[in-house]
């Protein structure tokens, strides 16, 4: 403690950042920043911007740069990535920001960020363009989790020849997200034909009965070959459990 308390004397670490290192989350006037996330489970803590201000979106960010060297942001929108990128050149002007439109993710990291690495690659598979949002957010997580991601678009079961034609890379990953509307087959199908972990991702494309995702999650419940399944649009938990399996698989591949 006197070595924190003895760098914020010296001007070498914030109120903030102390306040982290001491509690293990930092406080600001949008909210608790649980700094101590990634180091506890492996995934990292998410700014999520659905429901708040730009400003709020962008106070958390700064204090996420501030306090672990980055940020990611869940959820967003233009408007708060410009507040976020707007504070953040004041506040931490060598920041590297990348903000995904399609996925509404906003990715930050401070000039001494040092990325995870792992030995790893998760597939992240969609069944058609408008999955692509949910897949996207799968993505983003796994990536900051130090996954290796390849990304397989638009290959449902409508046409299902277009999956067959990319088998081979489906089957080369360590672990799967498999994102679907609709009635959600695809992640059923494709559970049949590989050996690795598969997490699928029910996305609310569709209309009339079980539309808004409802039938594809039950579908996924329901599989016949063993899949997990997280809720509706819920991209980030599906990409943090495919990073999670891709953290176990690379520790595996280090030991051996």
Do not use: W
């Amino acid at each position: 403690m006197r070595e924190i308390l003895d760098a914020v004397a010296d001007g070498e670490l914030s109120p903030t950042a102390a306040e982290a290192e001491l509690r293990g989350y930092a406080r600001t006037e949008a909210g608790r920043f649980d700094a101590a996330r990634k180091a506890r489970t492996g995934i990292p803590e998410a700014v999520f911007a659905e429901g708040k201000t730009p400003a709020e979106v962008a106070a958390m960010t700064v204090t996420a740069v501030e306090t672990t060297d980055s940020a990611l942001v869940t959820r967003t929108d233009i408007d708060s990535a410009d507040a976020c990128r707007s504070l953040l050149a004041d506040e931490f002007p060598e920041a590297d920001v990348d903000y995904h439109e399609r996925a509404r993710t906003l990715v930050v990291h401070g000039s001494d960020y040092d990325p995870p690495d792992l030995d790893a690659t998760v597939g992240v598979v969609t069944a058609g363009t408008v999955d692509a949002e949910a897949a996207g957010e799968a993505a983003t997580v796994a990536e900051e989790m130090g996954a290796t991601v390849e990304r397989i678009e638009d290959v449902g079961v409508a046409g299902i020849a277009r999956m067959f034609d990319n088998i081979d890379a489906i089957r080369g990953v360590d672990a799967l997200v498999v994102a679907a509307g609709r009635e959600g087959a695809l992640p059923t199908v494709i559970a049949g034909l590989v050996d690795v972990p598969l997490v699928g991702l029910p996305v609310s494309s569709g209309y009339g009965h079980g539309g808004d995702g409802e039938a594809a999650l039950a579908g996924m419940l329901q599989s016949c070959t063993p899949i997990m399944a997280v809720n509706i649009d819920a991209g980030f938990a599906a990409g943090a459990q495919a990073g999670l399996i891709a953290r176990s698989v690379s520790a595996a591949r280090t030991e051996g």
